[in-house]
């Protein structure tokens, strides 16, 4: 068994063999089958979570729903004082979650850090935003009158988390939802339920010193047919859904039928066009970086690289280069690049890539396969591989949550990388390498990358809490985190005063009686 320190970090984090998997802050039950989660580092069983029932469910949403009352009329800064405290058990409990993180979902112990840091950032952030909540005001037509706008909650808020950021993401709404006056029920993906059971654990602790009912953080686990609780669910407002597009669509549709509110964070083909103006040393980290961390299963990794023909054998023969240094194996060793993926439905996955794209007119250029032996026990560790391809095949139009990196060729004006950048269903994260400030401003022009996230001289992977992080077309067009992302948490409110004798209608609208 890895032993890299993984018992005390789960000890630390109250993790048992059997956990309930529904959880209203400090009252846990469930009553529903048993998820068992195997490490896709070694195979080992890590434990296990019981799923939630329709009448856990309700147990919860009755408790969330009683917790909101409380909750929305405590002042914002008041609750940002409640997240500023989960911050601080976040700072505490850094390396045991950073350590289960990497554990349960097989990044690097160094990315699963980064995960808990994102955390504690979202935090900082909501802190201080929880005194700007700002509204505007604005000057009415009406002689005596007063216009202005506020921020209220909007409720019970659903959280659907994919399992690659198992935290991260789950902080990034709760702690601006919180903050915004909403309580939150979170389901975590069914392939990473220890990292909710651990999280949960950690706000209950915060919840119960500051004498808060149940209800404000809750839990639920289970597979789709629980996140469809909530998605059918009138008494929560707004969805928050991160993982694949074909998830986004459906979890759209069945919203969209009852008019509630979805923040979609889907699928992405992200994309790092190389000028000849590049400095290819800084284009070969990033490039790479993006390609391989964990283990290609990032929203934001880099899946091409598309290079002007006048550089492209010498980009392509140093990151050919740098691929021949990648060190797969344990993600817990600190010596290793690169880790497992989550599970062998992901192994068969990147199988089926690296089949379809020579099928469809490829050349792989760096081989890939499954490595066995010592170390590679769970099945799940692969060699990252490189194919040169075209824009249009298949599979390059298709998002493989694997490390698969396509080469793709331009020639001519920076124009045409764009198109070829474009030329995608998604629409999330995109990055040119060039010292040339024409080019730089053109991509990032009107005309220029249709991402939510358009990056100059780093790549596509890993984005600051500080900025809005989502993307466009099948990306789902949420946005969440940082800038003025709040404001999907709350209701607008607009309102008139008439601080007068008169009733003067807009418009100069006359009405005698
Ligand atoms: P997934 O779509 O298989 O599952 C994500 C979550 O949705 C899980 O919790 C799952 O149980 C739930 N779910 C699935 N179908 C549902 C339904 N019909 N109703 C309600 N809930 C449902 O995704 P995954 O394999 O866990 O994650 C990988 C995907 O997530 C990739 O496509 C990746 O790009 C994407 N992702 C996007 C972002 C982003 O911010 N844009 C971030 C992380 C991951």
Same mark, same amino acid.
Request: charged residues 20%; contains cysteine; negative net charge.
């Given at each position: 068994?890895t032993?890299?320190?993984?018992?005390e970090?789960?000890k630390?984090?109250?993790?048992?063999d059997?956990?309930?998997?529904t959880?209203?802050?400090?009252?846990?039950?469930?009553?529903?089958?048993t998820?068992?989660?195997?490490?896709?580092?070694?195979?080992?069983?890590?434990?296990?979570?019981?799923?939630?029932?329709?009448?856990?469910?309700?147990k919860?949403?009755?408790?969330a729903?009683?917790?909101?009352?409380?909750?929305?009329?405590?002042?914002?800064?008041?609750?940002?004082?409640?997240?500023?405290?989960?911050?601080?058990?976040?700072?505490?409990?850094?390396e045991?979650?950073?350590?289960?993180?990497?554990?349960?979902?097989?990044?690097?112990?160094?990315?699963?850090?980064?995960?808990?840091?994102?955390?504690?950032d979202?935090?900082?952030?909501?802190?201080g935003?929880s005194?700007q909540?700002?509204?505007?005001?604005?000057?009415?037509?009406?002689?005596?009158h007063?216009?202005?706008?506020q921020?209220?909650?909007?409720g019970?808020?659903?959280?659907?988390?994919?399992?690659n950021?198992?935290?991260?993401?789950?902080?990034w709404?709760?702690?601006?939802?919180?903050?915004?006056?909403?309580?939150?029920?979170?389901?975590?993906?069914?392939?990473?339920p220890l990292?909710?059971?651990?999280?949960?654990?950690?706000i209950?602790?915060?919840?119960?010193?500051?004498?808060?009912?149940?209800?404000?953080?809750?839990l639920i686990?289970?597979?789709y047919k629980?996140?469809?609780?909530?998605?059918?669910?009138?008494?929560?407002?707004?969805?928050?859904?991160t993982?694949?597009?074909?998830?986004?669509?459906?979890?759209?549709r069945?919203?969209g039928?009852?008019?509630?509110?979805s923040?979609?964070?889907?699928g992405?083909?992200?994309?790092i066009?190389?000028?000849?103006?590049?400095?290819?040393?800084?284009?070969?980290?990033g490039?790479?970086?993006?390609?391989?961390?964990?283990?290609?299963?990032?929203c934001?990794?880099?899946?091409r690289?598309?290079?002007?023909e006048?550089?492209?054998?010498?980009?392509?023969?140093?990151?050919?280069?740098?691929?021949?240094?990648l060190?797969i194996?344990?993600?817990?060793?600190?010596?290793?690049?690169v880790?497992p993926?989550?599970?062998?439905?992901?192994?068969?996955?990147?199988?089926?890539a690296?089949?379809?794209?020579v @099928?469809? /007119? =490829?050349?792989?250029i760096?081989? *890939? !396969?499954?490595? #066995? %032996?010592?170390?590679?026990?769970?099945?799940?560790?692969v060699?990252?591989?490189?194919?040169?391809?075209?824009?249009?095949f298949?599979?390059v139009q298709?998002?493989?949550?694997?490390?698969v990196?396509?080469l793709?060729?331009?020639?001519?004006?920076?124009?045409n990388?764009?198109?070829?950048?474009?030329?995608?269903?998604?629409?999330?994260?995109?990055?040119i390498?060039?010292?040339?400030?024409?080019?730089?401003?053109?991509f990032l022009s009107?005309?220029?990358?249709?991402?939510g996230?358009?990056?100059?001289?780093?790549?596509?992977?890993g984005?600051?809490?500080?900025? @809005?992080? /989502? =993307?466009?077309?099948?990306?789902? *067009? !949420?946005?969440? #985190? %940082?800038?003025?992302?709040?404001?999907?948490?709350?209701r607008?409110?607009?309102?008139?005063?008439?601080?007068?004798?008169?009733?003067?209608?807009?418009?100069?609208?006359?009405?005698?009686l």
């Amino acid at each position: 068994a890895t032993d890299f320190g993984i018992d005390e970090a789960l000890k630390q984090l109250g993790i048992k063999d059997i956990n309930d998997g529904t959880s209203t802050g400090n009252q846990w039950f469930s009553n529903g089958d048993t998820i068992e989660s195997h490490s896709p580092v070694d195979g080992q069983l890590i434990g296990k979570v019981t799923t939630t029932t329709r009448a856990d469910y309700d147990k919860v949403m009755e408790a969330a729903t009683t917790a909101f009352k409380t909750w929305r009329i405590k002042p914002a800064p008041l609750r940002g004082e409640v997240v500023r405290q989960f911050g601080q058990k976040l700072r505490e409990l850094k390396e045991p979650l950073g350590k289960l993180v990497s554990y349960e979902m097989g990044k690097s112990y160094q990315e699963g850090l980064g995960e808990v840091q994102e955390m504690i950032d979202i935090c900082d952030f909501a802190v201080g935003l929880s005194r700007q909540l700002h509204g505007l005001t604005m000057h009415s037509e009406r002689p005596g009158h007063r216009m202005y706008e506020q921020y209220h909650p909007l409720g019970v808020v659903g959280i659907i988390s994919a399992f690659n950021f198992p935290v991260a993401v789950w902080a990034w709404n709760t702690a601006l939802a919180w903050i915004c006056g909403d309580v939150c029920v979170w389901k975590p993906s069914e392939k990473t339920p220890l990292c909710g059971v651990a999280c949960q654990n950690i706000i209950a602790a915060v919840l119960k010193e500051n004498e808060l009912p149940e209800g404000i953080s809750c839990l639920i686990n289970g597979d789709y047919k629980v996140g469809e609780f909530m998605t059918t669910d009138t008494r929560i407002p707004l969805v928050s859904a991160t993982g694949s597009t074909r998830m986004g669509k459906i979890v759209s549709r069945t919203v969209g039928e009852r008019l509630g509110k979805s923040l979609l964070e889907l699928g992405g083909n992200n994309a790092i066009i190389v000028t000849p103006d590049a400095d290819i040393k800084m284009t070969v980290i990033g490039g790479v970086f993006g390609a391989v961390g964990t283990c290609g299963q990032r929203c934001t990794s880099t899946r091409r690289i598309i290079i002007h023909e006048s550089i492209y054998d010498k980009v392509k023969d140093a990151i050919v280069a740098a691929y021949g240094q990648l060190r797969i194996g344990n993600p817990l060793d600190e010596n290793n690049h690169v880790g497992p993926l989550i599970d062998t439905d992901a192994v068969a996955n990147y199988n089926n890539a690296l089949a379809q794209v020579v @099928a469809q /007119g =490829g050349k792989i250029i760096v081989e *890939g !396969g499954v490595l #066995s %032996g010592e170390g590679y026990e769970s099945g799940c560790y692969v060699k990252p591989a490189i194919a040169e391809a075209d824009n249009s095949f298949p599979i390059v139009q298709h998002e493989t949550f694997a490390p698969v990196l396509y080469l793709l060729k331009y020639s001519g004006d920076v124009e045409n990388a764009i198109d070829v950048q474009n030329g995608v269903a998604q629409g999330l994260s995109s990055a040119i390498m060039t010292n040339n400030l024409r080019e730089a401003e053109r991509f990032l022009s009107v005309a220029g990358s249709d991402c939510g996230i358009a990056n100059v001289n780093i790549g596509t992977s890993g984005a600051e809490i500080g900025g @809005a992080f /989502g =993307g466009e077309k099948d990306t789902g *067009g !949420g946005r969440e #985190s %940082g800038s003025d992302a709040w404001k999907v948490y709350m209701r607008r409110q607009t309102n008139t005063i008439n601080y007068t004798t008169e009733l003067p209608l807009a418009q100069g609208i006359k009405f005698d009686l």
